[in-house]
């Protein structure tokens, strides 16, 4: 039965105050897959569904960077035998989803330590970025055995070392250079991120990058997510008032 009295968010969204960057924290996998009585596997094949559907009404709306947190440094920790699976959904889903991705002039790529990858994810990921590398329309960014903490940290030990060899100078180290470093060194930072299912902490993702970010907290698993929760969260975002440390009287003039 149609649901009635449905907003309709996607028509209130002003396209001249588009959040330029979204991140998205995809959690619930696991849950709502155990909830239906199976393995922990069909709950991450469901997710590829909410990914196709946030990249599509993302890119649709004028969003011009999405960044998914698709596997952090502590999933390593996970059972071999989902990990396993995990890459294997991996190789699977960016090679399917290339032809997509050309369609829609979307632009692949990942942040992370890509390197640790099983050899056959590298490879299907590094074909991937290479062929969509040229598209403008939107950068879709995987972030892969990514973790904050392990990407400052190698952000600083880089800049230790161009300090030795003379290639900056100590007084040149600022929060702009500083960014330099980082994995999104060609990204700009966040404006809204969007955390599921009923979870309210961050869970080592852009640490950096999320000091003037907008947040949101839905209790929905992520192969729940959709179309409209995406319009809903962009409208949500757009009805805050972000004021950078100043006052409202200030950014209203």
Same mark, same amino acid.
């Given at each position: 039965m149609e649901e009635k009295n449905k907003t309709d968010y996607k028509s209130l969204i002003d396209l001249s105050r588009l959040p330029k960057h979204i991140a998205v924290i995809m959690d619930g996998n696991g849950r709502w897959a155990k909830q239906r009585g199976k393995a922990r596997v069909f709950g991450h094949k469901n997710g590829v569904k909410a990914v196709r559907a946030v990249t599509e009404a993302c890119a649709e709306t004028g969003v011009e960077y999405l960044t998914l947190y698709a596997f952090s440094t502590e999933n390593w920790n996970r059972p071999a035998l989902e990990v396993s699976a995990l890459m294997e959904l991996l190789v699977f889903t960016i090679g399917r989803e290339i032809k997509t991705l050309q369609k829609n002039n979307i632009r692949l790529n990942a942040i992370g330590n890509i390197d640790s990858l099983p050899n056959k994810c590298n490879l299907a990921l590094k074909k991937a970025i290479e062929e969509t590398r040229n598209n403008t329309r939107m950068t879709l960014t995987l972030a892969l055995s990514y973790g904050s &903490? #392990? #990407? *400052?940290?190698?952000?600083? +030990? &880089?800049?230790? %070392? @161009?300090? %030795?060899?003379?290639? *900056?100078?100590?007084? @040149? +180290?600022?929060? #702009?250079? *500083?960014? @330099?470093?980082l994995y999104t060194y060609n990204i700009p930072d966040p404006e809204l991120l969007i955390r599921t299912s009923g979870e309210y902490r961050v869970s080592n993702f852009l640490l950096w990058q999320i000091a003037y970010t907008e947040f949101i907290f839905t209790d929905k698993l992520w192969p729940e997510i959709d179309k409209e929760d995406v319009y809903e969260y962009i409208c949500q975002f757009q009805n805050r008032e972000r004021r950078f440390g100043k006052i409202s009287e200030q950014i209203n003039r």
């Open positions: &903490r #392990e #990407e *400052i940290h190698r952000a600083f +030990i &880089r800049m230790y %070392q @161009d300090v %030795q060899e003379g290639k *900056i100078a100590v007084e @040149d +180290i600022n929060p #702009e250079s *500083i960014r @330099d470093y």
